[in-house]
């Protein structure tokens, strides 16, 4: 065919796959005139012919079949089918079997929510063998009201319990001898995080009372008291205000009026295994100097001899 008459003078086959392009100028082995994506490539060329861009984050996978766009959807290091930049447990299949958002490589408690911990120990209530006692102390049995005195009510927790007197015989600041060997008159962390679910009614007329304080600026001495001089509390389930309210006496703040309120009732709580041992243990402790005497700054029970002196504050502790 003469170049005059030639549509593609320069090609014997002229257009060999029919598209109405010279096979000189073809850019696709296929229908040139056909860019679904109009991304400049025929789709019969292009990897992707539904996508413009093709494969953004250029892991082998056109865009509109990325399972996980800007990642790599061949990486799935648990074969869960879910690629790891998308999973939010990659290393594990299943995920979280349990449900509670927590990946099951690093799951607490199988099989339970790790993220309820009713008394803050760090066990999921699943897997606490005593769910609302921080001690874990639940089975280690029952105190008992000692010198005469009688069992009022003890806590859900197990932890702590109400002794009182029946003639009323005990001054109030020798109240820690009707609670049990191995318990003693609570503080305000103890009492607030051993009380939950307590139902036991406390009174203005017979209040009960907690360790000995010694008070800043008049050198005597008071009881964490509850309730409180403004507390409006009617049981034990509920928690108290710092406080240092029903005079008392001790042997390092010694006072005339540690005789005068015998119709208080003892708060007893069992011994905190873990104070003594030279670290702040929240929330039982406000103090721990690796001892347990009760003759220095920091009492036998983890608690601040002088409150004040470390910021408390509360009815009657100056």
């Known amino acids: 065919m003469p170049d005059a008459c030639d549509p593609c003078p320069i090609d014997v086959t002229d257009d060999s796959d029919g598209d109405g392009v010279c096979d000189s100028e073809d850019e696709c082995d296929g229908d040139d005139t056909v860019d679904t994506d109009g991304d400049g490539t025929a789709d019969d060329c292009d990897p992707c012919p539904l996508d413009d861009p093709d494969d953004v984050d250029g892991d082998g996978v056109c865009d509109s079949d ?83 005195s009688v069992e009022i009510s003890t806590a859900p927790s197990g932890d ?31 009492y607030n995080s051993y009380n939950d679910l307590w139902t036991q009614p406390v009174t203005t007329s017979e209040r009960a009372l ?11 001495a008071g009881h964490f008291t509850v309730p409180d001089a403004s507390s409006s509390i009617t049981t034990l389930g509920q928690d108290e205000v710092f406080n240092c309210y029903y005079g008392s006496s001790r042997s390092s703040c010694p006072a005339s009026y540690g005789c005068n309120e015998n119709q208080a009732q003892a708060l007893c709580c069992r011994d905190n295994p873990t104070c003594g041992n030279g670290v702040v243990d929240s929330p039982l402790e406000q103090c721990d100097d690796g001892n347990t005497s009760d003759a220095d700054d920091c009492l036998n029970v983890c608690a601040w001899r002088v409150p004040t002196a470390h910021s408390f504050s509360g009815t009657n502790c100056n």
Not at 161 to 174: G, I, R, T
Not at 211 to 219: E, L, Q
């Open 66 to 148: 990325d399972a996980c766009p800007g990642f790599d959807d061949s990486v799935d290091s648990d074969g869960d089918g879910q690629p790891d930049g998308c999973d939010p447990c990659p290393a594990d299949n299943p995920d979280d079997a349990d449900g509670d958002g927590v990946c099951d490589g690093i799951d607490v408690c199988p099989g339970g929510d790790d993220l309820v911990d009713g008394d803050t120990d760090g066990t999921p209530d699943f897997c606490d063998e005593c769910p609302a006692d921080p001690l874990d102390l639940c089975n280690s049995g029952p105190g008992a009201c000692q010198a005469g």
């Open 210 to 220: 907690g360790v000995i304080f010694c008070r800043g600026a008049t050198s005597a």
């Open 160 to 190: 702590m319990m109400l002794c009182d007197h029946p003639s009323n015989a005990v001054c109030e600041q020798d109240l820690e001898t009707l609670c049990d060997v191995g318990w003693h008159l609570c503080t305000m962390d103890e």
